[in-house]
């Protein structure tokens, strides 16, 4: 049931900080305005908030395994958003950054 709980707050924390980052990216890049920023900048802290709710109580070792699940968040939010197409090696990086999650975070202890 922890790694259940865990990847779903993985999956939340990514929504808000990639979400997060994009908003940010289009209230200033895309000249869409400080409210376009200013919730990016909710939806950031927000993410920090859902980070402390991991099972596993090492900040380094969330941290870290997060790092992976940013990778490949990244890539599907703009496959998603913002049509963006992947190439191999671009899936076999965030492949890759998953096989780390799975090994930081769910390997035997």
Do not use: C
């Not at 209230?27 to 596993?56: M, N």
């Not at 940013?70 to 998953?98: H, K």
């Amino acid at each position: 049931m922890n790694t259940v709980k865990s990847v779903m707050l993985f999956a939340v924390a990514a929504v808000f900080e990639i979400g997060g980052a994009w908003l940010v990216w289009q209230g200033i890049r895309e000249h869409r305005g400080w409210l376009w920023a200013g919730a990016g900048v909710i939806a950031l802290g927000a993410y920090g908030f859902v980070a402390t709710l991991q099972p596993d109580a090492n900040f380094g070792r969330i941290l870290a395994a997060y790092g992976g699940v940013f990778v490949a968040g990244s890539m599907a939010w703009a496959m998603v958003v913002d049509g963006f197409r992947p190439d191999r090696w671009d899936i076999t990086g965030a492949s890759i950054a998953l096989i780390g999650v799975g090994v930081i975070m769910y390997g035997p202890r």
